[in-house]
C-alpha cells in the first residue's frame, strides 16, 4: 500500500478527520471509495463517505464506523494508506518514489556507483541520493543527468552532474 498522508485532527462535530498530504499537490483521496490507516502494526479498512478540501495541504474525511469528534481523536496520528490500484496510472517517465529506492546506480559506462537510498523532493527536481564506497552521489531526477531507469533490471543509469556533458 502507498502512504498518502497522515490523520492530524478531528474536524467538526460529526467525527471527520483532516488528513495532511505527504503531497499537498496530491488529490489521490477525492472520490476514492475506502482507505486503510495503519497505527503501529495494525492495518484497518475504512470506508469513505465524504471528502472535501481542507486547510491548504489537507483534505477532510467523513469514514464509516467514526461518528464523534472522539472517535476521531483516537484516529489521530494515524497513517493514510491507499492500494496501488486507487491511484491513476502513472504517465510516461514517471516512477513511484519506493520503486526508485535500492536501484542499482550506474554510470554511462556501466560501472557500479552505489545504489539509490534516498528521493529527496527539492523545489525544482527531485534528487536521487545514491550511496556507495563510502560516498553519497546527488543526481537531479532529469535528463541529461538520468539516462535510463530500468526497473525489472533493478537499476538506473546516470551522468551524475560532475561528470555529465
Avoid: C
Avoid at 460529526?14 to 495532511?20: I, L, M, P, Q, S
Avoid at 529527496?120 to 534528487?127: E, G, L, M, N, S
Amino acid at each position: 500500500m502507498i502512504r498518502i498522508g497522515r490523520i492530524a485532527r478531528p474536524h467538526g462535530i460529526r467525527g471527520a478527520v483532516a488528513v495532511t498530504l505527504d503531497n499537498p499537490e496530491s488529490e489521490s483521496l477525492y472520490g476514492v471509495g475506502w482507505v486503510h490507516l495503519r497505527a503501529g502494526d495494525e492495518v484497518r479498512r475504512y470506508g469513505v463517505l465524504r471528502s472535501g478540501p481542507g486547510r491548504k495541504g489537507q483534505v477532510l474525511l467523513q469514514l464509516e464506523g467514526v461518528p464523534t469528534p472522539e472517535a476521531a481523536e483516537a484516529l489521530r496520528g494515524s497513517e493514510v494508506l491507499l492500494e496501488p490500484a486507487q491511484l491513476p496510472p502513472l504517465g510516461e517517465g514517471e516512477y513511484w518514489e519506493r520503486d526508485l529506492l535500492r536501484l542499482e546506480a550506474v554510470d554511462l559506462a556501466g560501472a557500479a556507483l552505489g545504489r539509490v537510498v534516498e528521493v529527496v523532493d527539492t523545489a525544482d527536481v527531485p534528487v536521487l541520493v545514491v550511496r556507495g564506497k563510502g560516498e553519497e552521489i546527488y543526481v537531479p531526477f532529469v535528463a541529461p543527468y538520468v539516462v535510463e531507469v530500468d526497473l525489472a533490471g533493478g537499476r538506473v543509469v546516470v551522468a551524475p552532474p560532475e561528470v555529465a556533458e
